[in-house]
């Protein structure tokens, strides 16, 4: 993609990089703004700022930072500073402060307003990747959203057609999951060797795109024991275990399947690289136990970046000005390492370095 604007001749190797502040009513809008306050990520990538005034006003009390941004009108006068983010506002809040603390329509719906201006962004070439503070997905539904999730929601936005999957990271161990958000009672019947197989090499084609030259992956069985050699269900012998035969064969470093309360210990350790879970507790609970804060979201599939903070939208502490960055900046970090296409060598150092 051109690293070029419509608007300007200047080539940079900065990404340029597309920040939301996520739900108003959340942590969010003082999230993104100590993010920005930071000189280094300002001289780290070309940043465009899509933000309601108020909102963004008010994430900067909360947060006790004032940002110097360059205002742009819309994405046909797209200009960027280095070292200075720029600032395309818009009045979706109507001139109404948000409702602190709580999923209503109105933030769901500025945020859904949000995500589609980021994107409209990528698909004119003006950004490389997008980086959003926590949203809430209630509160999104409430404001409009049809599908699945945020994920699901820009995949249509960008008319992918295959895989789609949220990866989360915590230090060096990334997972993936073969189904996401539906409700428990549906996940046998969504488990099949095809969603295995895409699940492991969707994580293994981003894990390359971080760097990580040979990605390592482990695949969790479903039921307890991983099934117990069949006492305990049939879904690890007559899906799963298929499914990693076949992948290895395609030449894909698959493992298991693991049990499902074991398998985090060995990659806690380092023993692989990413961990493919069969639904969203079975992998969230563990990445978030083992480093909650700094956790990060990346949606896989996609044809840019896009990262948010594995946080959430945190609505006992906003606007309290104490919600804390580490998530956001790794994942800022590393929408950043992927959209410039910067080496890496361990999946420790695509996300940190």
């Known amino acids: 993609m051109s690293t070029t604007t419509k608007t300007s ?3 940079s190797a900065k990404p340029r990089i597309v920040v939301l502040l996520g739900d108003p009513s959340g942590v969010g809008p003082e999230m993104a703004v100590k993010l920005l306050a930071r000189q280094r990520n300002l001289d780290a990538a070309r940043v ?6 108020i909102v963004l006003a008010a994430g900067e009390r909360a947060a006790g930072v004032k940002l110097n941004p360059l205002q742009v009108e819309n994405l046909d006068t797209l200009r960027f500073e280095d070292g200075r983010p720029s600032l395309l506002t818009r009045d979706w809040m109507e001139g109404l402060e948000p409702v602190m603390g709580e999923s209503n329509e109105q933030s769901g719906r500025a945020s859904l307003e949000a995500l589609e201006l ?3 962004a990528v698909r004119r070439g003006q950004a490389e990747g997008i980086l959003f503070a926590p949203l809430n997905k209630h509160s999104l539904r409430l404001g409009g959203l049809v ?3 945020e994920l699901r929601y820009m995949q249509e936005r960008f008319a992918v057609a295959g895989f789609v999957c949220e990866f989360n990271l915590t230090g060096s161990l990334w997972t993936s999951r073969v189904t996401s958000h539906i409700p428990l009672k549906d996940v046998a019947s ?7 197989s895409d699940a492991v090499k969707i994580i293994s084609s981003a894990l390359r795109r971080a ?3 040979h990605p390592r992956i482990a695949v969790t069985g479903l ?5 117990d050699g069949g006492s305990i269900g049939m879904e690890e012998i007559e899906i799963i275990a298929p499914a990693v035969e076949q992948l290895r064969a395609e030449g894909f470093d698959a493992r298991g399947p693991f049990s499902p309360d074991t398998v985090f210990i060995g990659a806690r350790r380092g023993d692989v690289d990413a961990v493919v879970s069969m ?7 563990a990445m978030k136990l083992m480093g909650f804060e700094q956790g990060v979201t990346l949606h896989g599939g996609l044809p840019v970046p896009v990262a948010t903070s594995a946080s959430g939208s945190a609505f006992d502490i906003a606007g309290q000005g104490i919600a804390k960055i580490e998530g956001l900046q790794q994942a800022f970090d590393l929408c950043v390492r992927m959209a410039s296409g910067a080496p890496a060598r361990t999946a420790a150092q695509a996300v940190t370095a």
Request: aromatic share 2%; net charge negative; charged share 10%.
């Open 118 to 120: 980021a994107t409209l």
């Open 190 to 196: 969504h488990i099949t060797v095809q969603g295995v």
């Open 9 to 11: 001749s200047v080539i």
């Open 147 to 149: 599908h699945e999730d």
């Open 48 to 53: 465009l700022l899509i933000a309601d005034p």
């Open 223 to 227: 039921n307890p024991h991983a099934g």
């Open 211 to 213: 760097g990580v030259a």
């Open 279 to 285: 639904y969203h507790d079975q992998g969230q609970i």
